[in-house]
Antibody
């Protein structure tokens, strides 16, 4: 059974940092590009970042470029999202996904 | 950037009614490899999205066959032939043709009339 389990979400002040993790199992993690997708409260789905199978290539939406870093550890079947200089507009549920498979999501609240 | 326009934004249906959702892309979703990476997701209340249909018309394992997908190029449709209570939620189309940047439609909320 495919499982994607996110962790790391919490309440954080604007300007601070947070790192999300996603533990994958049930499929060959190293064979899939991985992505983070977020959903602000009552809003739709929004792509945040993608990483290639090797981790050598990364892509970001404009609003998070320079602040967020996606990475992966294929030996541990784990995906990460380092989020720096957080803003209130980053408040959302963050999903780890291959687009076909989805985690349960982790809530990130940026507020003073 | 690719924009996916989903209509209608809200759909009210009775149990057993057949309904359709449209997803139109601002660019062709036909990849140079011949595949069309247009998929449909369902997000039930309080849950994460789940895959219903991939590559336009292929039913994900375990998804009831009352769901079907069709279309090509820039115009795509999801049809539910006989809505059931468990089908309520928000439906999203998503394109992967122009990955690594994925684009989602704004969603269609299916409600009971």
């Amino acid at each position: 059974e495919v499982q994607l389990v996110e962790s790391g979400g919490v309440l954080v002040q604007p300007g601070r940092s947070m790192k999300l993790s996603c533990a994958a199992s049930g499929f060959t993690f190293s064979s899939f590009p991985m992505a983070w997708v977020r959903q602000a409260p009552t809003k739709g789905l929004e792509w945040v970042a993608t990483i290639s199978t090797s981790g050598g290539s990364t892509y970001y939406r404009d609003s998070v470029k320079g602040r967020f870093t996606i990475s992966r550890d294929n030996a541990k079947s784990t995906l990460y999202l380092q989020m720096d200089s957080l803003r209130s507009e980053d408040t959302a549920t963050y999903y780890c996904t291959t687009v076909f498979y989805w985690g349960q999501g982790v809530m990130v609240t940026v507020s003073s | 950037d690719v924009v996916l326009t989903q209509t209608p934004p809200t759909l009210s249906a009775t149990i057993g009614q057949s309904v359709s959702i449209s997803c139109r892309s601002s660019q062709s979703l036909l990849h140079s490899n011949g595949n069309t990476y247009l998929h449909w997701l369902l997000q039930r209340p309080g849950q994460s999205p789940q895959l219903l249909i991939y590559l336009v018309s292929r039913l994900e394992s375990g998804v009831p066959n009352r769901f079907s997908g069709s279309g090509s190029g820039t115009d795509f449709t999801l049809k539910i032939s006989g809505v059931e209570a468990e089908d309520l939620g928000v439906y999203y189309c998503v394109q992967g043709t122009h990955a690594p940047m994925y684009t989602f439609g704004a969603g269609t909320k299916l409600e009971l009339k």
